[in-house]
C-alpha cells in the first residue's frame, strides 16, 4: 500500500477509572506537556467501573492546553448521532479546536441491551453507522429544518448546529469488510486495534477502503489511517522501546499508517514515546519521503498517490503534511494563490505494445483556458482530487503488472523435478491473479462509470464545448474495459493450459496493450479536464 503522505501523529490511549478517577485526568497532562498530538478514552457506558467517556474527555480538554480529545471510540448504539454532534460541537467550541470523533458501530451486543440499547445484526450496525455519519454531518452544517429519513437515525426537521470550532473528522473503528467499505466512502479516517486487525491484516484492510473510497469518487488519502498499538507479547510493536521507531515507520511508509495510539498506566511511558519514539519514527519516514521525492519520476505516474491531509476532499481534522509532486505549486517561480496549480501528468514517451491502439492525434481538445480566470484553491479540489484517483489506479496497475511477471516467471521451469509442486504453486498465484486483476476490473469500472454518468453530464451541461471531449473520453472507457476483459480471458487461458508459451505470449500482450492504453487515456483525460473541473467542480 502507499504512503499517504500524511503527516505522523502520536497518542495514547487512557482508561478512566472510577475507582481511581484522577490518574486518567494526570496522565493527559503528562501527554500534552510531554508534546503528544492526541488523547483518547474507550467508551464502554454499560461498564461502570468505567467513567463516562465524555465526561472524561471534557475535563482533560479543560486540564490540557494542545492535545487533541476523542473516543476511542465511542459507543453508536448506545450514544444517539443527534447527541454526539452536538457534544463533541460543543466541546470542540470549548476546547479551542482539539476534539475528533471516533466512531464504532457497537459490539459486546449483550452488555449493550442490558443497557436498553438495540441489537443489531451486522448488516443492521453497518447501515446504522452510515445514516449517523449523515445525521452528524448534517447537524455540523447549521441551519433550519433538516429532514434526512433513515432506518436507524434521521432527521425530521431539526434545527443544525452548534457548528464545530474546526472540521471534526471521524474516525472509524472499522473490522469487517463492509464497515471497511463504509469507512473509504464516508470517513475521514479508520482507526482499528492491534488485537483485532494485526498488522500482517493492514495491507487487506487498506485494499478495501482505498477501493470504497474510489468507487465513491473520493481520493484514498482523504481518509487517514490511524492505529491502536499492543505493544508485548504477541502484540505489535514489538522490543524494547528504541526498537519501535523502525517498526512504525515501516507502517507508515508501506501503509499508510499516520497515527498511533499507545495504552498507557504510567507516566514514564508516555514521556518515554513522546521524547524517543515520536522524533526518531518521524526522523525515519521524513528521511525516507525526502529519498523518494528527490529520486526521478516514471511518466507513467504523478506521485499523487502518496497524497497528503489539508489540500482535498473532505476533513480529516489534522494539519497537512508534506504536498506530494502533482499537488504542489511550481517553486521556480512565483504563483498566485488563485493560479491553477495542479498539473496533468504527462503520457508515456514509449508503448510497450506492438498492436494498434487509438489514434492519439484524432483526440479532440476542448476550448483554451481563460487567461484571465481565477482558481481559488478550494475550486481545485475536484481536480487534484481527480489526479489523486488517476494515481491510485497507475499504482494498481503497477501492481497488477508486477503480479503478472511474478505469474510468468514461475511458469518458466519445465522439466524441472519439481514441476508437479510448481504447477500447484502457479494455479494458486494464478488464481491470486484472478483476483487482483477482478479487483482492478471493478475499481476501474467503477470510477468510469463515476465519470460517465455524473462527471461528463455536469461538465457537458456547464461548457458544450467540452462535447466532442466527453464523446472520447467515453468511448476510450468502452475501449479499457474490453481490454481488460482481454486481460482476463488470457489469464483464464493461461490457468487452463498450465502456462504454454502460447498462453504466457497472449497475457503479456494482452496486459501490455491495457498499460499503454490505460497510462495514455489517463493522461489525455487530466489534459482535457483539470482546468474544466477547476471552474465548474463534479456536480456531485
Not at 270 to 292: I, N, Y
Not at 431 to 440: K, R
Amino acid at each position: 500500500m502507499p504512503d499517504y503522505g500524511h503527516d505522523l501523529l502520536f497518542g495514547a490511549v487512557l482508561v478512566p477509572s472510577a475507582a481511581h478517577a484522577d490518574d486518567a485526568v494526570a496522565l493527559a497532562r503528562v501527554a500534552d506537556r510531554a508534546g503528544l498530538d492526541l488523547v483518547s478514552v474507550p467508551d464502554h457506558p454499560y461498564r461502570p467501573e468505567l467513567l463516562d467517556a465524555w465526561m472524561a474527555l471534557a475535563v482533560i480538554a479543560a486540564s490540557t492546553t494542545r492535545v487533541r480529545v476523542f473516543p476511542n471510540v465511542a459507543n453508536l448504539p448506545l450514544r444517539p448521532p443527534a447527541v454526539l454532534a452536538r457534544t463533541a460541537a460543543g466541546l470542540d467550541l470549548l476546547s479551542g479546536g482539539r476534539v475528533e470523533l471516533g466512531l464504532g458501530a457497537g459490539s459486546y451486543w449483550d452488555a449493550i441491551a442490558a443497557d436498553g440499547g438495540p441489537r443489531r445484526s451486522p448488516g443492521e450496525a453497518v447501515r446504522a453507522t452510515r445514516e449517523a455519519i449523515d445525521v452528524i454531518r448534517a447537524l455540523w452544517r447549521e441551519g433550519q429544518g433538516v429532514h434526512l429519513p433513515g432506518e436507524h437515525y434521521g432527521l425530521d426537521g431539526a434545527a443544525a448546529g452548534p457548528a464545530p470550532a474546526h472540521p471534526i473528522g471521524i474516525w472509524v473503528g472499522a473490522v469487517g469488510p463492509r464497515m471497511l467499505e463504509l469507512t473509504g466512502a464516508t470517513a475521514d479516517g479508520w482507526l482499528p486495534s492491534v488485537p483485532h486487525v494485526p498488522p500482517r491484516r493492514l495491507a487487506a484492510g487498506h485494499r478495501v477502503v482505498d477501493e470504497a473510497a474510489l468507487a465513491a469518487g473520493r481520493a484514498p488519502f482523504e481518509v487517514r489511517r490511524l492505529y491502536n498499538l499492543s505493544p508485548g507479547p504477541g502484540g505489535f510493536p514489538r522490543g524494547p522501546l528504541d526498537a519501535w521507531p523502525e517498526q512504525l515507520a515501516a507502517l507508515a511508509l508501506e501503509h499508510g499508517t499516520s497515527g498511533f495510539l499507545l495504552p498507557a498506566h504510567q507516566p514514564a511511558l508516555l514521556q518515554g514515546f513522546a521524547a524517543d519514539v515520536a522524533p526518531a519514527t518521524r526522523e525515519l519516514v521524513t528521511a525516507e519521503r525526502k529519498r523518494a521525492a528527490d529520486a526521478p519520476r516514471p511518466a507513467g505516474g504523478s506521485g499523487a498517490a502518496r497524497g497528503r491531509d489539508g489540500v482535498a476532499g473532505r476533513r480529516t481534522g489534522v494539519a497537512g503534511a508534506p504536498v506530494p509532486a502533482a499537488f504542489a505549486q511550481d517553486r521556480s517561480r512565483a504563483t498566485s494563490p488563485e493560479e491553477l496549480t495542479v498539473r496533468p501528468t504527462p503520457p508515456p514517451k514509449a508503448r510497450r505494445s506492438a498492436e494498434p491502439l487509438w489514434d492519439e492525434s484524432t483526440r479532440p481538445a476542448g476550448p483554451p483556458a481563460d487567461p484571465e480566470r481565477h482558481y481559488p484553491r478550494r475550486e481545485q479540489e475536484p481536480a487534484r482530487n481527480l489526479v489523486a484517483a488517476h494515481d491510485q489506479l497507475r499504482a494498481d496497475l503497477d501492481r497488477l503488472r508486477e503480479v503478472v511477471r511474478e505469474v510468468l516467471a514461475d511458469a518458466l521451469a519445465p522439466g524441472d523435478a519439481r514441476a508437479e509442486i510448481q504447477r500447484l504453486s502457479l494455479r494458486q498465484n494464478s488464481w491470486t491473479l484472478g483476483a487482483y486483476c477482478a479487483s482492478y476490473c471493478r475499481i476501474t469500472t467503477l470510477h468510469h462509470t463515476r465519470e460517465d454518468e455524473d462527471l461528463f453530464p455536469h461538465l457537458r451541461r456547464s461548457d458544450p464545448r467540452l462535447g466532442e471531449v466527453l464523446d472520447r473520453l467515453t468511448e476510450e472507457h468502452h475501449v479499457i474495459q474490453v481490454l481488460i476483459e482481454r486481460v482476463d480471458r488470457e489469464l483464464v487461458a493461461f490457468v487452463r493450459e498450465e502456462g504454454g508459451e502460447r498462453e504466457r505470449q497472449a497475457l503479456r500482450a494482452a496486459m501490455d496493450l491495457l498499460t499503454d492504453a490505460l497510462l495514455s487515456h489517463l493522461a489525455y483525460e487530466e489534459r482535457e479536464l483539470i482546468e474544466p473541473m477547476a471552474r465548474f467542480g463534479t456536480g456531485w
